[in-house]
């Protein structure tokens, strides 16, 4: 089995590749144009034989022929940044994915793509926990990108025969979600913001009231969840939401980090409450979340703190 990573270098891509190499025998290609990525998160697989790594633009991919699977993750994910440098986020959080469908069309070969989509798409939902079929209410654009690659996967799939599964992820933490060069890491996730801080010994910086809840869900779940979509026997061309099934208040998050913390201004665009419903994914893909964050934290502050 040949597959692509694209996005290798970033928070999810790494971990996915350490996830594939050490649970199968395939043969992965690893794409990145480090631009908020880093060679750090993928140098400990350098010389691996069943890995090779291509420092590139996503649309500088000429041909798929090569691939059974392709994992679509690059993107630039951070919600503030994307109200201000629109055409980049565009192109690296939809024009980037279109150009994969087209070199497929163009090739008439359609490996199986498993496309990273958002909850950021549900926005402040209706429905606590919240379904796959939620109504859309995009609070940035950043969440609007990832919708509609989603719906242009629905679409095109309607004239091509595109094989695809969007996994919905909630708020991904674990190892490497805080990344120091990063440009945008400020809006990165807070898990990561708040470990980084606690060991810096800075005190927590919560914004709002800290009363907006998320749903944590530890990398390596979503690592499986791609791998469980990649090998499903069927074609299943629909989205999955990759969630823990729980909600934590960032505040809560907060004080099971550190007792040093204080209250900074809410920022817009950013949903009160995330919470999936898993039922989808338990069902069809047979997966379900393993890691507590409890016990992430814990482990984290006391090695690390
Ligand atoms: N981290 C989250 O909170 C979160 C939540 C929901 C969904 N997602 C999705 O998961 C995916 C991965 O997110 P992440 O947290 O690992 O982000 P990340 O920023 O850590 O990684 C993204 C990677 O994509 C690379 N990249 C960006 N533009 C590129 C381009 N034009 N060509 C090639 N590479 C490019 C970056 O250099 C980076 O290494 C994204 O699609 C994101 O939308 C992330």
Known sequence: MKVLITGVAGFIGSNLLDYLLEKTDWQITGLDNLSTGTPDNIAVHK????FEFIENECTGITSLKQFDKVFHLAALPRIQPSFELISQHITANLLNAVHLIEVMI????YPRLIYSGSSAIYGTPENIPTAEDEPVNCLSPYAFQKYEFEKYLELIATRFPLDYV??????????????????????????????????????????GDG????DFIHVSDLAHANYLA????????????IGNGSTLSVLDLAKMISAKYRFIEKREGEADITFADITKAKTILRWEPSHSIAAYLKSEVQVKG
């Open 230 to 241: 990649a090998i499903h026997p069927h074609k299943l061309n629909t989205a999955f939401n």
């Open 47 to 50: 010389g691996n034989r069943r």
């Open 166 to 207: 969007t996994l919905r992820y909630f708020n991904p933490y674990g190892p490497r979600s805080f990344n120091p060069a990063n440009k945008f890491n400020a809006y990165s996730s807070v898990v990561g913001i708040f470990l980084n801080r606690k060991r810096n010994n800075e005190e927590l910086l919560i914004t």
């Open 211 to 214: 009363q907006q809840k998320r």
């Open 106 to 109: 163009r090739e008439k070969h």
